[in-house]
Each structure stands twice: as C-alpha cells, then as structure tokens.
C-alpha cells in the first residue's frame, strides 16, 4: 500500500470535517459534472440512486471514512471489501478510477473555492485519493481473478436464457437462469447476488441492476426473485424490474455478471439462526434458510417475516411446510392488511408491523446469529432492537437494497 507524506495525512484530517459538511454537495456536483463529460458511465451508474440521493450519500460516506482513517487505511478494508463486490459486479475497472478522481477533485474545488489555501487542500486530497484508489483497484484484481478461475466462473458479462418464469405473489415473480453456453455455472455463498444489464425499450443507456440470489447454491440454475413495481416512468425504481416482469417470457436471454456480495450465511457455526425479512428483503434469506435445510442443517431457525398480506407475500407456503415437517424450524409472520384467509393462518402471530415485543416473543434462543433485509425503516427498527438486547455486533448481519446507508 502506498504511503503519504504526514503533511499530506494532516490536511486531510484536518479539512475531512469540511468536506463532511459540504460532502452531499460535493458528490452531487461530482456525479453531473462526471456524467457531463463521460455520459457513457450513464450505461454503469444507477440513475435511480443518484436522483434519489442515495449515491451521492454513500460516496460522501466513503470518502469521509477514508479521511478519518487516513492514518490506517486498513481499518476501512472492510468497507472496502463490501463496495469492490458491488464494483466488481458492475464490472467498473481500474481505467475508471482516474475519471472518477479528476472530476471528484474539480468538483470538491468548484464548491469549496472560497476556502483558504484550496488549491493545497486539492492537492492533499489527490495524493490520498490516488492512495485510496489503489487499495480498490487491488481489492477488486484479486475478486476478478477469484471469479473468473472458480469453476465455472467468468468475467465480465455471460448470456444466461430465462429457463422458468414462476410468480411467487401478486407482486414478486422468479426466474430461472441457465447459461445459453450450456457450460458450469459458478457456485457462490448465500445470500450473494447478480448484476443484469438491461436494454430497457426508450432508454437512452442500458441499466445495471442487482438482484439477491434467492435459492440455495446448485450446479443447474441461478434463481432471482423480482418484484414489480407500479406506474413509474424511467428511471424510477423499479424500471429494469418492471421491464423483466412485463417484457421477459421463457426462453428470452439476458446478460449478468458472476455472483457477487458480503452479506452471506456464516456456514461455519452450530450456533442458532434468525432471519427476519421486510417484503422482498426474503429473497437473499431465502437462500440462506434453503442452504441449511438442503445441507440437512440441525441449528435452530427463526424465519420471521412482514409484508402487506398474504397477496403480497412470496414463498410463504414452502417455508410454512418446512416448518410444520422440522422441529428445528420455527416460522411465524406478521401483515399489515391480513385478508381473510390469511387469518386462518397458524403462522401469522401479529397484525401490523414488526416490533420488539413481536420478536421478543417469537424468538426462543437471542443467543443466535441475525440476518435482516427489507425496506430501510424496517431494517433500522430491527437494528435498534438487537442493540437494546446488547447482541453484539459480530452476530448482527444486514443488507440495503442500493448503496449502503446508515442503519442507526
């Protein structure tokens, strides 16, 4: 890893507070001015995230984290690791950094120009965002590599057909992916995902997305589970979504890269699992709870999940037989709006939202490992609720649906 100059290390630290302040706007500015002059990054970037703010947000993050460990960078590998799985996914490149830092640096300098002594304050910043890209591009080599010599694995790109096409609920829909090549697909861990690249009819650019694997690892398909959404024009959420729902039948192809991503199931530990899962948030614990009752698993497991009904509510039956054939296995699930028929349900313990006395009832054994994904609310109620019950941080797993954000 390269070094820097301890005077370079102080203006760094010392103006990380300034840049902290102005970092939304920084990143803001960064990301038109980059797109202004390389509009062909509009084909990698995810438009949606950066209209919401979500992606300006998160490199504000990045980057001010990096100030504040400016003395240790490998206390940020981490963080690092988790973003170089989502870069490496959406096959960003190391002839990509440069771009980023130049326009990253103008734009740092274009909003903060009444600041005193700017142009040593650019200057700082560029040395360490030259040390801080390198660490990527380093981290990242080692991922492409692993993917591309793991059996079965590529680089890049590969054409997979649609094998099956399943609905799983009045909004989620599954889709079976077999490689058009005939050859080995990749194994990966669970809770990983894919990335598509869609050409979505009337865009522009072509759209990146990312989507959880939600079945156990298997030599024959990859399987994704795909929500729809309603009435959103491009760019929106859900666009590439919509567009595989509406347009994508059997036997039609498209374009994903190797699995990918952190989030995954500790296979290693007989210690008690619980996955709790907001609407789609199932699927990458879907995979995880297919794993163990594949691997004929013996730990104790809580699948705890909410949604708006039983309508709106994927894979709801699979787990319920399991759970009624394994002792192992405890399910319970909360609605917003239960139906009818919901109601005569066993497993729905709860009308309304997830909340402490909920789980606290539900859950038999807090001695155990916790695995969450749902919608950002959802996810920071569950957080806070593991926290109050003093579970330490190394059996707390999540993961945001997008750029990472702040859970507390």
Request: proline share 5%.
């Amino acid at each position: 890893m390269s070094t820097l100059s301890e005077q370079t290390k102080q203006i760094v630290k010392e103006t990380a507070p300034v840049l902290a302040e102005h970092g939304e706007t920084i990143t803001t500015h960064f990301y038109k001015r980059m797109f202004e002059q390389h509009p062909e990054l509009l084909n990698i970037f995810n438009q949606t995230n950066q209209k919401q703010g979500k992606q300006p947000r998160a490199l504000a993050n990045t980057v001010y984290a990096a100030a504040v460990h400016i003395d240790n960078l490998e206390a940020i590998l981490p963080a690092v690791k988790q973003i170089a799985h989502k870069h490496r996914s959406l096959n960003i490149k190391p002839e990509h950094y440069p771009i980023v830092g130049e326009n990253l640096l103008a734009a740092i300098k274009e909003v903060l120009h009444e600041a005193p002594h700017i142009d040593e304050v650019v200057e700082a910043w560029g040395e360490a965002y030259g040390v801080i890209a390198d660490v990527f591009i380093q981290v990242e080599k080692e991922m492409y590599h692993e993917a591309e010599l793991a059996p079965g694995g590529w680089e890049g790109f590969r054409e997979f057909t649609i094998e099956k096409k399943e609905r799983e609920s009045d909004v989620i829909t599954s889709f079976y992916l077999k490689p058009v090549d005939g050859g080995k697909i990749a194994s990966f861990k669970p809770g990983q995902y894919i990335s598509i690249q869609a050409h979505v009819e009337g865009s522009e650019y072509t759209h990146m997305r990312q989507y959880s694997l939600s079945d156990a690892p298997n030599e024959n398909y990859y399987r994704i589970s795909v929500k729809k959404e309603e009435g959103l024009p491009d760019h929106a959420p859900g666009v590439v979504s919509n567009d595989l729902h509406d347009y994508k039948n059997e036997g039609d192809t498209i374009l994903i890269t190797a699995p990918a991503g952190d989030f995954v199931l500790n296979e290693e530990t007989d210690r008690p699992v619980v996955f709790i899962s907001g609407g789609v948030g199932i699927t990458p614990l879907m995979s995880m709870f297919n794993t163990l009752i594949r691997t004929e698993s013996k730990r104790e497991i809580s699948f705890i999940h909410a949604a708006r009904s039983g309508d709106y509510h994927a894979m709801d039956e699979h787990v319920a037989g399991i759970s009624n054939a394994q002792e192992n296995v405890n399910y319970a699930v909360c609605y917003d709006s239960p139906t009818p028929t919901d109601l005569k349900k066993a497993h729905l313990k709860k009308k309304g939202h997830i909340d402490e006395g909920f789980l606290n009832s539900m859950i038999k054994n807090k001695e155990a490992d916790y695995y969450f994904c749902g919608p950002t609310l959802f996810m920071k109620e569950v957080f806070k609720i593991l926290k109050g019950w003093d579970v330490s941080d190394d059996h707390i797993h999540f993961e945001f649906f997008g750029p990472k954000g702040n859970i507390e």
